[in-house]
């Protein structure tokens, strides 16, 4: 007997009896259960906008002063793994946690949170620290951190896990240094073509997940290269290219935490006014450069809280996508993570 979608169909009939009502109806029926059956769980960065906004009430960070050097971390229970992160430059540990009792400085920039929100769903201890300076100084950093990364993991018991890291621009150049010097699974190089003209690059070298954002040419120039040359020395590596997002009424509100949807429907509104976005709703220039603010206060709209005005300018710079942090493709990159540890 045949089967469809798992439902058995049985003919009591000759095919040539089979009246057209009938026969209508069945497939009908097929219809249904195809349409029904497609996964709809499998995921696609394009799908996850959302994400930034939900509130995780399970952020519950410590944080420590370790020799001047800021340290920030959460662990899940039962974790299977390890996740140092790296800041970019004017960037802060504080960044990937919302504000609480235990960190009252905590900022939660809406895509650095997603990525943490990520990371401990899927049981992923974190740990971040702070550079000393606006930018990750290569050389006199890279001792400081393992040593604190060594500290915390032996501290915390959590020798046996694997250790993986993700760094973005500043970030993205220490962390590949930092690689070259300790031991990771694998690592992810966000929005940088790291520093590789400046190490011993070996087939040794941890598996290296580029995730970038090809409208900045020159970069992605660097990285093309990169990846080349590090393929033909033996390394696993891969990249993410992040393209740009039109926007909407609703998709500050849908990624930054707090935002009210009324005011994301004016900015939207205002912004089409003044010819920052084009005609399918693209920006016509990075959130940097256009005068999104002074528009705003021109129109006489406030924001409930000033932070916000962090949290908008991140998501105008990642819809512009030349240059910012990204949890959008967060599922290919903990893919990666998850493929890679040993």
């Known amino acids: 007997m045949p089967h469809v979608g798992g439902i058995i169909l049985v003919y009591h009939y000759a095919w040539s009896n089979i009246r057209l009502p009938l026969f209508l109806t069945i497939i009908a029926l097929i219809f249904v259960i195809l349409v029904s059956g497609i996964d709809k769980k499998k995921p696609n960065s394009q799908l996850r906008l959302g994400l930034a906004n939900k509130k995780d009430t399970s952020f519950d960070p410590t944080v420590k002063i370790l020799n001047g050097t800021e340290v920030i971390w959460q662990i899940p229970d039962s974790p299977r793994s390890i996740l140092f992160i790296a800041h970019g430059c004017n960037g802060r540990a504080a960044n990937f946690w919302d504000k609480s009792p235990n ?79 300790m031991r990771f699974s694998s690592i992810v190089v966000m ?10 690059v070996t087939k040794d070298y941890p598996p290296t997940l580029f995730v970038h954002m090809p409208k900045d040419k020159r970069r992605k120039k660097m990285i093309d290269a990169n990846l080349e040359v590090m393929r033909r020395e033996g390394v696993d590596v891969a990249e993410v290219k992040c393209l740009e997002l039109p926007l909407s009424p609703s998709f500050l509100a849908d990624r930054v935490p707090g935002l009210d949807r009324k005011i994301s429907v004016e900015l939207f509104d205002l912004f089409k006014e003044k010819g920052f976005l084009d005609e399918k709703g693209y920006l016509v220039n990075d959130g940097r450069v256009i005068p999104w603010k002074e528009a ?47």
């Open 103 to 181: 960190c009252d400085h905590c900022v939660g920039l809406p895509e650095e949170r997603a990525i943490v929100i990520e990371a401990l769903a899927r049981k992923f201890a974190v740990v971040a620290v702070s550079s000393r300076g606006k930018c990750w100084s290569l050389m006199k950093e890279t001792l400081v951190v393992e040593r604190v990364i060594k500290w915390w993991v032996k501290k915390q018991n959590l020798e046996s896990l694997p250790l993986v890291a993700l760094g973005a621009s500043s970030g993205g150049y220490f962390v590949s240094m930092l690689a070259s010097k």
């Open 191 to 200: 929005i940088a073509e790291g520093v590789f003209e400046d190490i011993d």
């Open 296 to 342: 705003m206060s021109e129109r006489k709209l406030s924001l409930a809280n000033k932070v916000l005005v962090k949290y908008i300018q991140e998501e105008l710079n990642l819809a512009f996508a030349y240059h910012e942090m990204t949890s959008l493709q967060s599922e290919q990159i903990f893919n990666w993570f998850e493929s890679h540890l040993s």
